[in-house]
């Protein structure tokens, strides 16, 4: 029996005589830190727990590990440093890594590995459903055909369905087969806080060796990247040198190519040109089972009839369903009930019953909008013919028509007092639009929800 | 148990005592404080299990005994008291407190269940004036991180390495800047042993919530307080208080390679005109960095200190200065920057500085032992 075994044992005997919650405060990191033939020490992590089991919990402790090891006659406890911590602490006071490491602190990235990949995330703990099977199928292609399958692959969804667990499922499994492959995964804000380090350490050379010298690149939330020019130029640079030397290349956005604004159409013709592929909301059965999965690695254990309820009642987006989930489990752990459906109702109904949408204002669809077509508030209202700023403000009219119900002259009155007949033009072109251009229907499903977010 | 005491004293140990955050739920107890008859005194005790506080109240024991009452409700009580003798009673496990025309009975839980403070065997390291000690952690604790992701920055870094020369060194950073105070102690208040009592140690990190609570404490007086340490506890003695904490794991930042050792420029001002030309310019400061720019002139007498925020307006200071021999326009974030030059002493300060993206340090003239280093923001 190792030393972990036999604590998990005497832990296991001395939570049945003792409360929970003095047993959860003060078992809480403890573990055996030696054994040998008749004493044990025990690893604990402060000195009021320390005080409290020589004290108070000496007997039982000392009891629990004679029925187990009945050799044992004497206990003691230490507080616990793990061993590496101390010796590394004596040796490298001061070291240069650290001052490295120091210095880069300002860019809030504190993570060591170079590929900056999150272990959790795998193909093994993706559940696939109908709303992603085709995005998942592309991302399982590209991590057995590394640059040869899509390239590149340009996958796009809404918020929370799991991009960035498949961008990062596909960088875990390629090292997984191969750890001498060179991952490199960043968000766009990364890329770009990274080459304007660069530019202005005058040390763009360095930047440029980093980003071309790996076999895949994986750029989350590509859709930042819109406005800031000179990123898109070194970012085109980029991928123009990965994709001829055949390496992979893999991105994510919140909408497609063709509907991010202000992106130079070199990178839009680019990104179109290899596979892409959307990640809808899930469905109820994909719902269920991404419940179920989250439920069984956590290993707790829940009726299938309140996960049908959460399941049921929380849509739209995965992150929600596993928040309300892990609330779940945290109020059941806490008072220690079992979360039945009517716990779980309980528990569920001021997240559930919350209106799902706030009120909004015109002044707040003016402003949302200005922002999403990055033009000013001011040219919305002012006379102007120009296509681009025509567009925006039709759609900001149709907003105001769909989600806060005005009236048409009041329309008119809030974009500059131009006449009902003008809104209500809008809003009849914008409705036969979504029907027919999916691109219109994305972005005017992306601004509602930020509108509301 | 019987006691009695002034409502002044209790009210002042309940202060004290009654303010450590209880950040574990689960063990309900926690919420209360610990009073127990010792030595004639009675002892005012609370933990969070992270920092343990005792403080000893003086008054007239005529019964032993101890128990446990919700703080909150026991402080809030108290200060609520009018001035004159408290005498407290506990009758099984119902503590009753009279006081003038005031009749409370608080129902307590018992003693026992209270979580032991540990205890630290070794003798103290050194000893220092309370009012000194204050002051340096008033000084450089507006730098100690909140930030999770860095534990080891969490706290007050004390280096005792050169305690040989009768000096510690009080340090904090968030990695966007950085105070440090090097406090000189008397001879005669460091503990010759102190080589074998710490052994290998040769610093520690405070965490913040003790920072807070010692400088709550603190009377700004030449009380001394006296401070033992071992390998991951401290301990704080001082007049009837005593705190124990544990230390922060970890290895601080080798902060001392990123404090430029030479300055291009250093440029004499007045303090006092500085912060009131900073707090103005905060107005108009940057939304998303929160960001002021200061502008020197080579030559010129005044520094400008400007701000714009494109919605709002924006702001133009300028502010007497000295020995500006170099054109530089630099970015700071103003709550920093002001932060800096709020902790340093005396009306005379320095602005130490190379260029816009290196560090830029401030100094006093008439406090040489404290600096502040502060990262310009960048554009």
């Not at chain 1, 000179?230 to 990965?242: C, P, R, S, V, Y």
């Not at chain 1, 991404?290 to 399941?311: C, G, H, Q, V, W």
């Not at chain 2, 006691?3 to 002042?12: A, D, G, P, S, V």
Request: glycine share 4%.
């Amino acid at each position: 029996m190792t030393n972990e075994q036999l604590w998990q044992a005497v832990l296991g005997e001395l939570e049945l005589s003792i409360s929970k919650a003095n047993f959860t405060t003060w078992f809480k990191n403890t573990g055996v830190a030696s054994k040998n033939e008749d004493e044990i020490i025990i690893n604990v992590p402060n000195g009021f727990t320390k005080e409290w089991l020589e004290n108070k919990y000496h007997k039982f402790i000392l009891k629990a590990i004679q029925n187990i090891c009945p050799t044992i006659k004497k206990v003691a406890y230490k507080i616990g440093k793990s061993q590496s911590t101390t010796t590394e602490k004596n040796n490298s006071y001061l070291n240069k890594k650290d001052a490295r490491n120091y210095s880069t602190a300002n860019e809030k990235t504190y993570n060591n590995t170079d590929s900056f990949l999150n272990p959790q995330y795998t193909f093994g703990n993706f559940i696939v459903g109908s709303n992603n099977e085709l995005a998942y199928a592309a991302c399982l292609a590209v991590s057995k055909k590394l640059g040869t399958a899509y390239n590149p692959l340009f996958i796009y969804g809404g918020v929370g369905l799991g991009k960035t667990h498949m961008l990062q499922s596909i960088g875990n499994e390629i090292l997984r087969k191969d750890p001498s492959k060179k991952v490199k995964y960043a968000s766009s804000e990364k890329f770009t806080n990274e080459l304007i380090n660069a530019i202005s350490g005058k040390n763009t050379k360095a930047f440029k060796e980093i980003y071309r010298k790996i076999d895949i690149l994986i750029i989350d939330d590509i859709q930042f990247l819109a406005g800031k020019e000179k990123t898109q130029e070194e970012f085109f640079h980029t991928f123009n040198t990965l994709y001829e030397n055949n390496k992979q290349i893999v991105l994510s956005s919140d909408r497609p190519p063709k509907a991010i604004p202000a992106l130079e159409e070199r990178l839009r013709s680019r990104f179109e040109g290899g596979m892409i592929a959307d990640v809808g909301s899930p469905d109820y059965e994909t719902r269920l089972a991404i419940l179920k999965a989250k439920a069984r690695e956590k290993n707790f254990e829940i009726p299938d009839e309140s996960l049908n309820y959460i399941a049921l009642h929380i849509q739209k987006n995965i992150r929600e369903l596993q928040g309300a989930l892990n609330r779940v489990i945290a109020i059941c752990e806490l008072d220690n009930s079992y979360p039945d459906i009517k716990k779980t109702t309980n528990i569920l109904a001021n997240i559930i019953s919350q209106p799902i949408k706030k009120a909004t204002t015109p002044k707040n669809i003016l402003k949302i909008v200005s922002d999403f077509y990055d033009v000013p508030i001011d040219n919305l209202i002012k006379k102007n013919r120009r296509k681009e700023i025509v567009k925006p403000r039709q759609i900001a009219m149709y907003l105001m028509r769909t989600e806060i119900k005005s009236s048409f002259p009041s329309i008119g009155s809030w974009i500059g007092g131009r006449d009902h007949t003008t809104a209500m033009h809008a809003y009849e072109k914008i409705s036969r639009e979504i029907e027919n251009d999916k691109v219109i229907e994305q972005e005017i499903h992306l601004i509602i929800e930020r509108l509301y977010n | 148990m019987k006691f009695i005491c002034t409502q002044e004293n209790l009210n002042k140990a309940l202060n004290i005592v009654g303010r450590i955050t209880n950040k574990n739920s689960t063990l309900p107890i926690l919420n209360n404080v610990l009073l127990k008859t010792e030595k004639g005194q009675l002892k005012l005790s609370s933990t969070n299990l992270e920092i343990g506080v005792n403080y000893l109240v003086g008054g007239k024991t005529e019964e032993n005994g101890e128990i446990t009452v919700p703080t909150k409700l026991f402080a809030n009580f108290v200060s609520n008291l009018p001035n004159g003798n408290v005498e407290i009673k506990l009758r099984e496990d119902v503590l009753n407190i009279k006081c003038n025309g005031y009749k409370t009975n608080i129902k307590g839980l018992d003693a026992k269940e209270y979580p032991l403070a540990p205890k630290l065997e070794a003798d103290s390291i050194f000893k220092i004036k309370s009012a000194d000690f204050k002051k340096a952690l008033t000084q450089i604790s507006p730098a100690i991180s909140s930030s999770e992701s860095r534990v080891e920055i969490t706290g007050v870094f004390m280096n005792l390495s050169e305690l040989n020369k009768n000096k510690i060194m009080l340090v904090a950073t968030d990695s966007y800047r950085l105070a440090e105070k090097s406090i000189d102690l008397e001879k005669d208040n460091i503990n010759k042993e102190f080589k074998n009592i710490l052994g290998n140690i040769n610093s520690v990190i405070i965490p913040k919530d003790t920072v807070q609570e010692l400088m709550r404490s603190l009377d700004e007086s030449e009380e001394m307080l006296e401070i033992t340490i071992s390998e991951n506890q401290i301990l704080f003695n001082f007049g009837s208080a005593s705190i124990i904490s544990r230390l922060i794991e970890g290895k601080y930042p080798n902060y001392k390679q990123i404090i430029p050792d030479k300055f291009e420029l250093q440029v004499i001002i007045n303090k006092n005109e500085i912060i009131k030309g900073i707090r103005v310019a905060s107005l108009f400061s940057n939304v998303s960095n929160n960001s002021i720019e200061l502008k020197l002139l080579a030559g010129s007498k005044n520094i400008e200190i400007s701000s714009e925020t494109s919605d709002l307006g924006n702001n133009n200071t300028k502010i007497p200065a000295e020995n500006i021999n170099k054109s530089l326009d630099i970015l700071y974030n103003h709550k920093f920057l002001m932060d800096g030059f709020n902790s340093l002493d005396g009306d005379e300060v320095f602005l130490q500085l190379n260029n816009e993206t290196l560090p830029t340090v401030l100094t006093s003239a008439v406090d040489k032992g404290f600096i502040y280093v502060i990262m310009p923001t960048r554009a």
